[in-house]
């Protein structure tokens, strides 16, 4: 059982996010108040982009490039908290960026999951 710091109830690991920035493995908060607040980011970056006060760049910051399509360059959030933080990518550097975080998540799972169970004293 873990504590959301965000909603304070107490709830178990498979509530939490598993992410591989943080040593033990879980997102400091729950998936609701995680959904939520990733939800707030988008809307913020959002109406900030369509204002002007977050200027896109025509290019990829990965790779240079443009979309094939013609879509404009999308933003990444590293970091749900700081909304406005974002690095730009194609279509093809952003679906890379979300494919290399999933599988190290999952790689963290399988990791977790080999680890001896050891009997309690």
Known sequence: MRECPNCERSLPDDQFAV???????????CNDC?????????TIFKRETRAGNVPRPLVCSECGGKNKNGAPI????LNYHRPLLVVWLCNT????????E???VRDQR???QELPEYPAR
Do not use: I, N, V, Y
Request: charged share 35%; glycine share 10%.
């Open 34 to 42: 995680f959904k939520a607040k990733r939800q707030w980011a988008w």
């Open 102 to 104: 999933e599988k190290r």
């Open 19 to 29: 992410t591989d920035r943080l040593p033990w493995g879980l997102e400091g908060w």
């Open 93 to 100: 550097c952003h679906g890379r960026a979300h494919r290399t």
């Open 110 to 112: 399988d990791r977790d």
């Open 74 to 77: 999308s933003g990444h959030h």
